[in-house]
């Protein structure tokens, strides 16, 4: 947790998050940014349950490794990332903040070379793909059949090199068509990646998303 809390210091995260207002709430007694930190720390302890939190409200250690003032309730976790969810503009903070935090810290790409021996070139692969979940048996919102046969989500996600660092990341219903949206995914995806290194990219995605529009961006 402690280097968790080094990392997030490298950012304007908490800042920016600060300055977004949710409809239908004034300053709020416990601040966005003590709120993302909070479920932050939970997901790289590998919890994802928001009841969770609930062991570290007492946890001096927590609240002190990611330099927050308070650890929000579970409800309260729950019912701000409720609010926030794709209306204040969470989520291109977080992405935006993220691609800065890896170029921040320079971190090592390692690039796939292509080419005639004579013109041998250096690329970063930008890999791009769907990879369904299986939420059999649950009654969440959104759970539908994937193209896998199962029911669940069908997220959206962009890795950049070797190393498979998480660029861009997008929630979709088990259902959904593997081309909604995907030029739009793509073009963001493309402009993160190139926030993070300079080297060509080459983005590489499943035979599936060969259409126009996405040959286009």
């Known amino acids: 947790m402690t280097l968790v809390g080094v990392l997030l210091d490298k950012t304007t995260l908490g800042e920016r998050l600060n300055r977004t207002r949710l409809s239908g709430m004034g300053k709020p007694d416990i601040s966005n940014r003590d709120v993302a930190y909070s479920y932050i720390g939970l997901l790289c302890q590998g919890k994802t349950d928001f009841d969770h939190i609930e062991a570290f409200r007492d946890d001096e250690f927590f609240t002190l490794a990611l330099q927050m003032d308070n650890v929000p309730s579970s409800p309260t976790l729950r019912q701000r990332l409720d609010m926030a969810a794709g209306k204040a503009g969470w989520e291109s903070i977080l992405l935006e903040e993220s691609a800065k935090l890896l170029r921040t810290l320079d971190v090592t790409l390692h690039p796939i070379v292509l080419g005639e021996p004579s013109k041998r070139r250096a690329y970063i692969p930008l890999d791009i793909d769907v990879s369904p979940f299986d939420n059999s048996g649950t009654k969440k919102e ?41 030029a739009v995914f793509l073009r963001k995806s493309i402009q993160y990646a190139k926030q993070i290194s300079d080297l060509p990219l080459l983005v590489r995605m499943d035979a599936g998303n060969d259409s126009a529009e996405n040959l286009a961006v």
């Open 142 to 182: 959104g759970v539908s059949r994937t193209y896998k046969g199962h029911d669940g989500y069908a997220p959206i996600f962009a890795y950049l090199g070797q190393e498979g660092y998480v660029v861009n990341v997008q929630l979709r219903e088990g259902s959904t068509h593997v081309q909604k949206d995907t």
